[in-house]
């Protein structure tokens, strides 16, 4: 080649040298006058006797590299933000500065002195002390890592960030490929109108609804929703939204006058019949804690039959869809109704809108329930931007009938269970033969038994699994170790009678623990347990919302229970 073997040695040498983002610098190291190392200045500094800092090329690093805790001090300085950085666009493009630079060079100036740097060192015996200097290094270093970057610019949350390979959701080709699900808490002050012991109406305000959605991400039409009243989501709040999603729709019954689903609106599996049961290929959320619940991994990856993309934390844009459906929903609904809370305290939408206190002013929240209903079904049958002017309900059904999309339905016997979502509970056995007290088991400080289990003592000591609905805990379904149903259990005493939920069961239990009502659950506990609350609604908006969900609780219309024929005494 005509190039001596020292030259190459050289050359192989420069390209093996590692930049500052980590990587070698590889062929970028043989393009001419390419530097692959910082200039090392081996003279000492001197006052240039026209002033100024003429003749101090490369002192600074020299500093630097003298002293290495100068070096410490301000990689000290950025991380705690003495710092502000700011991005201006230029007709160059955009460019950075520093703000509080002054402040900072002073204290440089400072620890330069406490080092026992004099007048006649570097940098002090320059005319502007090295602040030039100072702020190119300070901006080459807080520019080396992007997240320091934008600590100092001010960012709360960094995105963009490309994600892994294994891990990244294919794109929709067809409707139910793809879907998103997240919460929003409605931006909307609500009351409730309830009955007291004595008949009379009462008005209390509520505290902020949260409205969990499940929209498709090709079509862009919400599948199910779920209105609930706790102060966070839980992951039972979840799985109603997954169930609501997968069941076929059911008309509601509105009440206000001028509002309903109009000509075009609904939902898909309310207009396409053969989208009842549909199911999934891809569900994306939030890292949530609700979110990544055991029970909700279990319902979407063992009961639905889906994957699963939690993506990266603190990234809305990885979910644009339906983080942009509830701007929509905030923009055509919420901020429309008196009561409305603003996106922040300075909002003027908020003083315009507020009812100065008078509850009658307020929405209740039976009329938020149907207004939510209607804006949804209107949404899903109007026309959007993203689908060429088609609307998400006619999206669907092309996909569906004539774009060739493949769908998978539940299988029939879990579309009977679809209320036994939750991950099934591992319970004993428990029975006292010296006693005669039959076997049974004990599920949340509550015993349950039937006529099969009871009849024999070949469970005693045995692990059922157990899988209840978390609306209605009056009844469980169990099944022995090696798989065969043993059937329905059924709550014993009152808790048996009377409807409630996990929550209502959980506060009770705790209450009874706590000896601060009657140990028998009957009409007179019940009248003292909400006779307690509607004292606390009087005084807090998380107590009303906390009657309004225990009423609606107790007042759930009763599930029937189906006595099963008899089963033969099981064999262990």
């Known amino acids: 080649?005509?190039?001596?073997?020292?030259?190459?040695?050289?050359?192989?040498?420069?390209?093996?040298?590692?930049h500052d983002d980590g990587r070698i610098y590889g062929y970028l190291a043989l393009a001419p006058y390419a530097r692959v190392a910082q200039y090392q200045r081996t003279r000492r500094s001197r006052t240039h006797p026209l002033g100024g800092s003429r003749g101090t090329a490369g002192?600074?690093?020299?500093?630097?590299?003298?002293?290495?805790?100068?070096?410490?001090?301000?990689?000290?300085?950025?991380?705690?933000?003495?710092?502000?950085?700011?991005?201006?666009?230029?007709?160059?493009?955009?460019?950075?500065?520093?703000?509080?630079?002054?402040n900072l060079h002073l204290a440089f100036v400072r620890e330069c002195r406490l080092l026992g740097l004099s007048a006649a060192d570097y940098p002090l015996n320059t005319e502007k002390l090295g602040i030039r200097s100072l702020a190119a290094v300070t901006k080459e270093r807080a520019l080396r890592s992007f997240a320091r970057a934008t600590h100092l610019a001010g960012?709360?949350?960094?995105?963009?960030?490309?994600?892994?390979?294994?891990?990244?959701?294919?794109?929709?080709?067809?409707?139910?490929?793809?879907?998103?699900?997240?919460?929003?808490?409605?931006?909307?002050?609500?009351?409730?109108?309830?009955?007291?012991?004595?008949?009379?109406?009462?008005?209390?305000?509520?505290?902020?609804?949260?409205?969990?959605?499940?929209i498709d991400v090709w079509s862009r039409a919400v599948l199910g929703y779920h209105v609930s009243l706790n102060r966070e989501y839980s992951r039972y709040d979840v799985i109603r939204t997954i169930e609501a999603a997968l069941e076929p729709h059911r008309p509601r019954a509105?009440?206000?006058?001028?509002?309903?689903?109009?000509?075009?609106?609904?939902?898909?599996?309310?207009?396409?019949?053969?989208?009842?049961?549909a199911t999934w290929h891809w569900l994306k959320l939030d890292n949530a804690r609700a979110n990544l619940a055991q029970d909700v991994r279990y319902a979407l990856g063992e009961f639905v039959g889906c994957w699963i993309n939690a993506g990266p934390p603190h990234a809305p844009d990885d979910r644009p869809y339906i983080e942009r459906f509830f701007g929509t929903i905030a923009t055509n609904l919420s901020s429309r109704m008196p009561g409305y809370t603003g996106t922040n305290a300075r909002d003027v939408r908020r003083a315009l809108s507020d009812p100065k206190g008078d509850l009658r002013l307020y929405l209740s929240l039976n009329e938020l329930e149907e207004l939510l209903e209607a804006a949804l079904a209107t949404y899903n049958a109007t026309a959007h931007d993203g689908l060429n002017g088609r609307t998400p309900l006619?999206?669907?059904?092309?996909?569906?009938?004539?774009?060739?999309?493949?769908?998978?339905?539940?299988?029939?016997?879990?579309?009977?269970?679809?209320?036994?979502?939750?991950?099934?509970?591992?319970?004993?056995?428990?029975?006292?033969?010296?006693?005669?007290?039959r076997p049974h088991i004990n599920f949340y400080g509550v015993r349950y038994t039937n006529a099969v289990l009871a009849n024999t003592a070949a469970f005693l000591g045995q692990e059922l699994r157990l899988y209840y609905n978390s609306q209605d805990l009056r009844s469980v379904r169990a099944f022995a170790p090696e798989g065969g149903e043993i059937g329905l259990l059924k709550a014993q005493g009152a808790w048996g009678e009377i409807a409630h939920d996990l929550k209502l069961r959980q506060e009770i239990v705790r209450l009874r623990a706590n000896k601060r009502f009657a140990s028998n659950l009957n009409q007179e506990f019940l009248?003292?347990?909400?006779?307690?609350?509607?004292?606390?609604?009087?005084?807090?908006?998380?107590?009303?919302?906390?009657?309004?969900?225990?009423?609606?609780?107790?007042?759930?219309?009763?599930?029937?229970?189906?006595?099963?024929?008899?089963m033969a005494t099981p064999t262990i």
């Open 1 to 18: 080649t005509g190039v001596d073997r020292r030259q190459l040695y050289r050359l192989l040498s420069r390209c093996t040298q590692a």
């Open 59 to 102: 002192a600074f690093r020299k500093l630097l590299q003298l002293h290495p805790t100068l070096e410490l001090w301000i990689d000290r300085q950025i991380a705690a933000k003495q710092i502000v950085m700011d991005q201006r666009q230029s007709g160059e493009g955009p460019r950075t500065r520093l703000r509080g630079l002054k």
């Open 155 to 214: 960012a709360t949350h960094l995105k963009g960030l490309p994600a892994h390979k294994a891990l990244s959701v294919p794109p929709a080709q067809h409707a139910y490929d793809v879907v998103e699900f997240d919460g929003h808490r409605l931006d909307v002050r609500l009351k409730v109108v309830v009955r007291d012991p004595l008949g009379f109406e009462q008005e209390f305000e509520i505290e902020r609804i949260w409205l969990l959605v499940i």
């Open 254 to 277: 509105f009440t206000l006058p001028g509002v309903g689903y109009g000509a075009l609106g609904g939902f898909p599996s309310g207009k396409m019949p053969e989208l009842g049961y």
């Open 394 to 437: 006619e999206a669907v059904e092309y996909s569906v009938r004539r774009g060739g999309a493949l769908l998978n339905w539940l299988p029939e016997s879990k579309r009977r269970t679809l209320c036994l979502m939750q991950a099934p509970k591992r319970v004993t056995v428990r029975g006292y033969l010296e006693q005669g007290q």
């Open 527 to 566: 009248t003292q347990f909400i006779e307690k609350k509607f004292a606390k609604a009087k005084r807090t908006r998380r107590g009303a919302s906390d009657l309004t969900r225990t009423l609606r609780t107790l007042a759930a219309a009763p599930v029937t229970v189906t006595n099963e024929p008899p």
